[in-house]
T-cell receptor
Framework: GAGVSQTPSNKVTEKGKYVELRCDPI?????LYWYRQSLGQGPEFLIY????????DSGLPNDRFFAVRPEGSVSTLKIQRTERGDSAVYLC?????????????FGNGTRLTVT | QQQVKQSPQSLIVQKGGISIINCAYE??????FPWYQQFPGKGPALLIA?????SEKKEGRFTISFNKSAKQFSLHIMDSQPGDSATYFC?????????FGTGTRLTIIP
């Protein structure tokens, strides 16, 4: 079946602009995660949804970052007033249940470049 | 604070050899330790995982060894193949939140 889909695959924006990154999880997966991966680093946790609600948003770096999942399926990560330091690959993952041993299935990410 | 330390940063192994990647953690509350494999331009994919009450887990050519007292765990890839060339990440989780290591770029040479 289809895996986790992320769009766009690449996004170039100017400093100060607003961007939205979209994630379509695997059908039936209740848990959805956003991670950020900087060059040469491991993914860094941003936020976790269980259903429609953000169960843990402790990884969001500041209030310029916000994510929603209004119907418990598709999620959008929103970044306001982008900065050059926001440049990274933003990864979305979903899992069947959100239990600790429920495997995370990652998308291929959106590469964000802020110029 | 880097809670999961991974070494080496890069590794070159001859085809058929054993690849070994090591990780150490600090937080004893971690309760699940997966390894992920990532190819260029792709998202990480789960390879194998272990719980802290088990000292070793083997799946095919991949083995995790876990030392709870030392707070260390390692990935062993037996009979390494060119197709294993990728970046490997160890990780540790508390409930649903994964903390990843910095990655090891593995290259298998003929």
């Amino acid at each position: 079946g289809a895996g986790v889909s992320q769009t766009p695959s690449n996004k170039v924006t100017e400093k100060g602009k607003y961007v939205e990154l979209r994630c379509d999880p695997i059908s039936g997966h209740t848990a959805l995660y956003w991670y950020r991966q900087s060059l040469g680093q491991g993914p860094e946790f941003l936020i976790y949804f269980q259903g429609t609600g953000a169960a843990d948003d402790s990884g969001l770096p500041n209030d310029r970052f916000f994510a929603v999942r209004p119907e418990g399926s598709v999620s959008t990560l929103k970044i306001q007033r982008t900065e050059r330091g926001d440049s990274a690959v933003y990864l979305c993952a979903s899992s069947l249940s959100g239990q600790y041993n429920s495997p995370l299935h990652f998308g291929n990410g959106t590469r964000l470049t802020v110029t | 604070q880097q809670q999961v330390k991974q070494s080496p940063q890069s590794l070159i192994v001859q085809k058929g050899g054993i690849s070994i990647i090591n990780c150490a953690y600090e937080n004893t509350a971690f309760d699940y330790f997966p390894w992920y494999q990532q190819f260029p331009g792709k998202g990480p994919a789960l390879l194998i995982a272990i719980r802290p009450d088990v000292s070793e887990k083997k799946e095919g050519r991949f083995t995790i060894s876990f030392n709870k007292s030392a707070k260390q765990f390692s990935l062993h890839i037996m009979d390494s193949q060119p197709g294993d060339s990728a970046t490997y990440f160890c990780a540790a989780s508390i409930r649903e939140k994964l903390t990843f290591g910095t990655g090891t770029r593995l290259t298998i040479i003929p």
